[in-house]
Protein backbone atom coordinates (compact mmCIF):
# COMPACT_ATOMS: atom_id res chain seq x y z
CA UNK A 1 0.00 0.00 0.00
CA UNK A 2 1.22 3.43 -0.73
CA UNK A 3 -0.02 6.24 0.15
CA UNK A 4 -0.44 8.96 -3.49
CA UNK A 5 0.10 12.37 -3.63
CA UNK A 6 -3.61 13.03 -2.81
CA UNK A 7 -3.14 11.28 0.78
CA UNK A 8 0.06 13.51 1.40
CA UNK A 9 -1.35 16.76 0.24
CA UNK A 10 -4.44 16.22 1.93
CA UNK A 11 -2.60 16.23 5.08
CA UNK A 12 -0.88 18.99 4.39
CA UNK A 13 -3.99 20.56 3.85
CA UNK A 14 -5.74 19.88 6.90
CA UNK A 15 -2.39 21.18 9.05
CA UNK A 16 -2.02 24.26 6.69
CA UNK A 17 -5.77 24.91 7.70
CA UNK A 18 -5.03 23.95 11.62
CA UNK A 19 -2.29 26.59 11.68
CA UNK A 20 -3.78 29.52 9.42
CA UNK A 21 -7.30 29.34 10.13
CA UNK A 22 -9.84 28.99 12.75
CA UNK A 23 -13.58 29.54 13.42
CA UNK A 24 -13.33 32.70 12.84
CA UNK A 25 -10.77 33.02 10.48
CA UNK A 26 -10.95 31.16 6.99
CA UNK A 27 -7.91 30.46 4.54
CA UNK A 28 -8.15 30.44 1.05
CA UNK A 29 -6.82 27.82 -1.15
CA UNK A 30 -5.07 30.25 -3.22
CA UNK A 31 -2.83 31.16 -0.08
CA UNK A 32 -2.75 27.35 0.84
CA UNK A 33 -1.51 26.37 -2.71
CA UNK A 34 1.18 29.26 -2.56
CA UNK A 35 2.49 27.71 0.77
CA UNK A 36 2.41 24.79 -0.56
CA UNK A 37 4.03 25.43 -4.08
CA UNK A 38 1.46 23.11 -5.29
CA UNK A 39 -1.39 23.74 -7.97
CA UNK A 40 -4.64 24.46 -6.83
CA UNK A 41 -6.75 23.17 -9.02
CA UNK A 42 -5.36 20.08 -7.71
CA UNK A 43 -5.90 20.81 -4.54
CA UNK A 44 -9.18 22.11 -5.66
CA UNK A 45 -10.21 18.07 -5.88
CA UNK A 46 -8.48 17.09 -2.56
CA UNK A 47 -10.75 19.93 -0.60
CA UNK A 48 -13.84 18.60 -2.53
CA UNK A 49 -13.51 14.91 -0.92
CA UNK A 50 -12.42 16.71 1.97
CA UNK A 51 -15.64 18.57 2.60
CA UNK A 52 -17.56 15.48 1.36
CA UNK A 53 -16.58 13.21 4.53
CA UNK A 54 -17.15 16.37 7.02
CA UNK A 55 -13.43 17.88 7.72
CA UNK A 56 -13.71 20.85 6.44
CA UNK A 57 -16.24 23.42 4.86
CA UNK A 58 -16.02 26.28 2.75
CA UNK A 59 -17.76 29.48 3.32
CA UNK A 60 -18.72 31.76 0.10
CA UNK A 61 -17.73 35.83 -0.21
CA UNK A 62 -15.53 38.17 1.13
CA UNK A 63 -14.37 36.46 4.17
CA UNK A 64 -14.91 33.06 2.70
CA UNK A 65 -12.36 30.18 2.87
CA UNK A 66 -11.65 27.00 4.15
CA UNK A 67 -11.57 25.85 8.09
CA UNK A 68 -11.69 22.60 10.06
CA UNK A 69 -15.00 20.93 10.95
CA UNK A 70 -12.80 18.63 12.88
CA UNK A 71 -10.42 19.81 15.92
CA UNK A 72 -7.26 18.90 15.19
CA UNK A 73 -7.11 17.10 18.48
CA UNK A 74 -9.74 14.99 16.89
CA UNK A 75 -8.42 14.80 13.32
CA UNK A 76 -6.56 11.50 12.55
CA UNK A 77 -4.84 10.94 10.39
CA UNK A 78 -6.74 7.64 9.44
CA UNK A 79 -9.57 9.97 8.79
CA UNK A 80 -7.67 12.72 6.33
CA UNK A 81 -6.47 10.00 4.65
CA UNK A 82 -9.65 7.43 3.91
CA UNK A 83 -11.39 10.13 2.77
CA UNK A 84 -8.97 10.62 -0.32
CA UNK A 85 -7.63 7.08 -0.48
CA UNK A 86 -10.21 5.01 0.30
CA UNK A 87 -9.70 2.66 2.78
CA UNK A 88 -5.70 2.35 3.20
CA UNK A 89 -6.19 -1.40 2.60
CA UNK A 90 -3.20 -3.44 1.54
CA UNK A 91 -4.77 -5.76 -0.90
CA UNK A 92 -8.05 -5.60 -2.18
CA UNK A 93 -9.63 -9.08 -0.64
CA UNK A 94 -9.99 -7.42 2.56
CA UNK A 95 -12.47 -5.17 1.23
CA UNK A 96 -14.50 -7.23 -0.96
CA UNK A 97 -12.35 -5.45 -4.44
CA UNK A 98 -10.28 -8.61 -5.91
CA UNK A 99 -9.99 -10.58 -8.82
CA UNK A 100 -8.59 -13.46 -6.89
CA UNK A 101 -10.33 -15.99 -8.00
CA UNK A 102 -9.25 -17.81 -4.58
CA UNK A 103 -12.01 -17.82 -1.25
CA UNK A 104 -10.57 -15.17 0.93
CA UNK A 105 -11.20 -17.08 4.21
CA UNK A 106 -9.00 -20.08 2.54
CA UNK A 107 -6.27 -17.94 1.64
CA UNK A 108 -3.12 -18.72 3.43
CA UNK A 109 -1.49 -15.19 3.27
CA UNK A 110 -5.20 -13.35 4.61
CA UNK A 111 -4.02 -13.42 8.31
CA UNK A 112 -0.67 -11.21 7.11
CA UNK A 113 -2.79 -8.69 5.12
CA UNK A 114 -5.27 -8.20 7.68
CA UNK A 115 -2.19 -8.22 10.29
CA UNK A 116 -0.76 -5.11 7.92
CA UNK A 117 -4.06 -3.70 7.29
CA UNK A 118 -4.57 -3.52 11.36
CA UNK A 119 -1.50 -2.31 12.06
CA UNK A 120 -1.60 0.63 9.26
CA UNK A 121 -5.24 1.71 10.76
CA UNK A 122 -3.74 1.37 14.44
CA UNK A 123 -0.84 4.10 13.13
CA UNK A 124 -3.07 6.11 11.30
CA UNK A 125 -5.41 6.68 14.26
CA UNK A 126 -2.15 7.43 16.62
CA UNK A 127 -1.67 10.31 14.86
CA UNK A 128 -4.00 13.41 14.80
CA UNK A 129 -3.24 16.76 13.16
CA UNK A 130 -2.20 18.33 16.77
CA UNK A 131 0.10 16.21 17.13
CA UNK A 132 1.70 17.13 13.33
CA UNK A 133 1.67 20.93 14.30
CA UNK A 134 3.23 20.15 17.85
CA UNK A 135 6.53 18.54 15.94
CA UNK A 136 6.35 21.59 13.62
CA UNK A 137 6.94 23.45 16.90
CA UNK A 138 9.66 21.71 18.39
CA UNK A 139 11.37 21.70 14.99
CA UNK A 140 10.80 25.28 15.20
CA UNK A 141 13.11 24.99 18.54
CA UNK A 142 15.53 23.26 16.97
CA UNK A 143 15.96 26.08 14.46
CA UNK A 144 14.06 24.30 11.68
CA UNK A 145 11.32 25.99 10.18
CA UNK A 146 8.36 24.63 8.44
CA UNK A 147 5.50 26.84 9.26
CA UNK A 148 6.02 28.94 5.97
CA UNK A 149 5.69 25.12 4.11
CA UNK A 150 2.65 24.55 6.47
Sequence with gaps: ??????????MEIVADLALHAGEEQKESLGNIARRRGLSEKYLERIIKALKEKGIVESVRGARGGYRLLVPP???????????VEGPLAPVGCLTGETDCQMDCNACPTRP???EMWDCILDAADQVTVAHILAETKREEKRGIDRTEQI
Design 73 to 83: EQLTARMVLQA
Design 112 to 114: LWQ
Design 1 to 10: MKISTKGVYA
